[in-house]
């Protein structure tokens, strides 16, 4: 890849213009070796054009990150020079903030600088068109939807079960009312002590939503808004981060997690997360006007055996005009 399109694909990243592509895509693509002093020349661009300030907490992710992509040949020391901090702020942007923001978000030792991790921490990705169950080290059972990242210590050695998620998971948690499970995601923290519930928040959508199965979760938001909400069982909390508002629905909880057999359910859905669903689900990339197609809500049901043909096919009788074409992994609707 030519410098002139590696520029564009970092600019477009850092300045929140997401490709339809999966941004995990872009973490993979990022932290790998190919082309690092082109990467490096276009990051000099960007610090020096950057106003962001920085503090101790992004010095932790400097340091976290230099380790994932091989640069930590000494240690971080403070202070830093204004350059750095600039250097620190970028890399704290949302999603590369991910790989490390499990412990950005989490001081253990309540000091001003937070220490490095002194366990493993476990990285679950699935790519797009992939579902995966795993099991964490206190026997509770997680499943991950495509396009989906889950961070954890290796060994939940502490007073608290604490992991990081972008994506979409399904958590089915052993009790341990000594430790607490929380999910922490972009803009949201859930805490369940034993219970069956779904995350979705994906840094790709407006909105992000907790569905909650059985037991009782409380979920704290810390955006444009500041709320902390306890939901029951077939309650859905929603939180739109774009407009900085929160809802809570009456819903069916079993639907809303029927995507691990292979379902698609669909209610009340903007036509912008079926298109960012049928993305990860069918690992394609769709090209649509969304002046043309963004408004109205959709309810709709796909069965495992429908292929993208027969979901575009249904999609297309919902909404009358609407005209696609295929080609290899790439869809046009028009």
Known sequence: MNKYHIHILITRFFENDFPKESILKFQQWFTRKEDSEVKDEILEELWEREAAEANALTLLALHEMNKRIGKDKKAVKLPLSRRLLRIASILLLPVIGGLFAYWLMNNQSG???????????????????????????????VWLNAGSMLLYPGDFSGSTRRLFLNGEATFRVEKDPKRPFIVKTQYMEVEALGTTFNVKSYVDLGTMAVTLEEGSVRVDVAGKVSV???????????????QGKISKLRIDAELVSKWKEGYLVFEEAS???????????????????????????????YTPYENVRQVLTILETLNPGLKWTIKDNTIDIR
């Open 111 to 141: 000091s001003s600088v937070p220490a490095a991790p002194k366990t493993e921490i476990v990285e679950h990705i699935v790519p797009d068109g992939k579902i995966k169950q795993i099991f964490l080290p206190d026997g509770s059972e």
């Open 228 to 242: 902390s909400e306890v939901i029951s069982p077939n309650e859905q909390f929603v939180y739109d981060h774009r």
């Open 271 to 301: 036509f912008e997360e079926i298109i960012h669903t049928i993305e990860r689900r069918f690992n394609v990339t769709v090209n649509y006007d969304i002046r043309k197609y963004g408004g109205g809500r959709f309810s709709v049901k």
